[in-house]
């Protein structure tokens, strides 16, 4: 009766490794199918294809279309911060989606980054604001104020499927390059 009872715990335990290793090798598998899609293998090169702001999920979607608005028509959407009649989209053409002058899909899968003018790690909040303090002439959107978490959310989901610090191509590109 012992030796029984100890076969059957042994048959336990294989039965508990042997899925271990199942998930193991499932997860593993993931794993190197992750990388490999981060890297860009399997797939060619990075694309330029941003998703419509339009097809926001619906729990995001206001937030992605002031973002976009904030930045299509600056000056009446952004008001308390910004005078005058320079847009962002003066230089991010159709709000960061024109793939040859300045875009900004795939801008938040990139940030922090170090900014040699700077010397300093710059994150996107920081950035943003100095486009609007020297291009726009602005004052900065404070890190919590609806335009700023509008304009992030917009800049996160044009930025959908860039893996986190993959060399955009297309990032700093102006008109003519």
């Given at each position: 009766?012992?030796?029984?009872?100890?076969?059957?715990?042994?048959?336990?335990?294989?039965?508990?490794?042997?899925?271990?290793?199942?998930?193991?090798?499932?997860?593993?598998?993931?794993v190197?199918?992750?990388?490999?899609?981060?890297?860009?293998?399997?797939?060619?090169?990075?694309?330029?294809?941003?998703?419509?702001?339009?097809?926001?999920?619906?729990?995001?979607?206001?937030?992605?279309?002031?973002?976009?608005?904030?930045?299509?028509?600056?000056?009446?959407t952004?008001?308390?911060?910004?005078?005058?009649?320079?847009?962002?989209?003066?230089?991010?053409?159709?709000?960061?989606?024109?793939?040859?002058?300045?875009?900004?899909?795939?801008?938040?899968?990139?940030?922090?980054?170090?900014?040699?003018?700077?010397?300093?790690t710059?994150?996107?909040?920081?950035?943003?604001?100095?486009?609007?303090?020297?291009?726009?002439?602005?004052?900065?959107?404070?890190?919590?104020?609806?335009?700023?978490?509008?304009?992030?959310?917009?800049?996160?989901?044009?930025?959908?499927?860039?893996?986190?610090?993959?060399?955009?191509?297309?990032?700093?590109?102006?008109?003519?390059?």
């Amino acid at each position: 009766m012992n030796n029984l009872k100890s076969l059957k715990m042994w048959a336990y335990i294989i039965s508990l490794l042997a899925a271990g290793f199942m998930v193991l090798f499932v997860l593993g598998n993931f794993v190197i199918y992750s990388n490999a899609q981060a890297s860009g293998e399997g797939q060619g090169a990075l694309q330029f294809n941003p998703p419509n702001p339009e097809d926001a999920p619906a729990d995001i979607k206001d937030n992605v279309m002031m973002g976009y608005n904030i930045l299509m028509d600056t000056p009446k959407t952004a008001s308390a911060y910004v005078s005058g009649n320079k847009s962002c989209s003066n230089c991010h053409v159709k709000a960061g989606l024109d793939e040859n002058a300045l875009p900004l899909v795939g801008v938040a899968a990139v940030f922090p980054k170090y900014k040699k003018r700077a010397n300093a790690t710059v994150d996107l909040i920081t950035q943003t604001n100095n486009c609007i303090q020297g291009a726009l002439k602005g004052k900065p959107l404070p890190a919590d104020s609806k335009e700023m978490i509008a304009i992030l959310t917009y800049y996160q989901w044009i930025s959908k499927g860039i893996p986190i610090y993959e060399n955009v191509p297309w990032l700093g590109k102006k008109a003519g390059n």
